[in-house]
């Protein structure tokens, strides 16, 4: 079951969580996951403050009782623990589905240790077939747009805005060969304010298969 492969990935990485850390929370199903086993580990006595990467996630990790500290007031995290929608080998990841992207990677890039859980139906031989969002000012949408066709894109507007205001592009690719040319493309569009490829934030990664949980760890990379 996919659910009990997030459920064993979270809890896997929560064995990295120690006494004292600020604890990013990333976003989504498989983050809930985490969020709730996070929760009980604090009830019973473990001390962690956490810092959230979308309001639905300081509103669940503060439901089961977690301390969440306001990002802006933060420089540094410890570790942060995020779900991703594809993830190869060299531990590049394509994120963003759930539309929390541009502050998931902030927070990464705040973060002495980002890992990702995962089910395995997020491991790929090289990221690249999910759609690759793009989060925009609105002001900019349709010069955005044009850019993103012309990297070879087919874009969508993403109904609702982020928890920052902003639109979302979702850019599908047939592939993408260079993903840090892309990244670097996309980087220098003005207007566009963050995107989905995470290429150096992800320093490890648990996807659990079949109830099995492998760690990749960046070091350690084949
Ligand atoms: C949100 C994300 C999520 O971490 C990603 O979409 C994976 O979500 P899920 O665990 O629900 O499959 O990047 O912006």
Redesign the pocket.
């Known amino acids: 079951m996919v659910d009990d492969d997030?459920r064993l990935a979270a809890e896997a990485a929560l064995g990295e969580v120690r006494d004292g850390m600020l604890v990013g929370l990333?976003?989504?199903?498989?983050?809930?996951f985490l969020i709730r086993a996070l929760g009980e580990r604090v009830r019973t006595g473990l001390d962690i403050e956490a810092v959230a990467?979308?309001i639905a996630s300081a509103r669940a990790a503060e439901a089961v009782g977690i301390r969440v500290r306001d990002f802006a007031e933060v420089a540094r995290v410890d570790l942060t623990i995020?779900?991703?929608?594809e993830i190869d080998a060299q531990l590049h990841a394509i994120?963003?589905?759930?539309?929390?992207?541009l502050r998931?990677k902030v927070v990464a890039a705040a973060s002495t240790r980002m890992v990702v859980?995962?089910?395995g139906s997020?491991r790929v031989a090289a990221i690249g077939a999910a759609k690759l969002?793009v989060e925009v000012l609105s002001f900019a949408r349709r010069f955005v747009t044009a850019r993103l066709e012309a990297l070879g894109a087919a874009v969508t507007v993403r109904d609702g805005v982020t928890d920052n205001g902003n639109l979302i592009l979702d850019a599908r690719f047939d592939t993408i060969a260079d993903p840090a040319a892309l990244a670097a493309e996309i980087d220098a569009v003005p207007g566009a304010l963050g995107h989905?490829l995470f290429l150096r934030e992800v320093d490890a990664a648990y996807v659990a298969d079949g109830g099995v949980v492998t760690r990749i760890e960046r070091d350690q990379r084949g």
């Not at 990333?26 to 809930?32: E, L, R, W």
């Not at 995020?82 to 929608?85: K, P, R």
């Open positions: 997030k990333g976003t989504g199903s498989t983050v809930a990467t979308s995020d779900g991703a929608d994120k963003g589905a759930g539309g929390a992207m998931e859980i995962a089910d997020k969002p989905g």
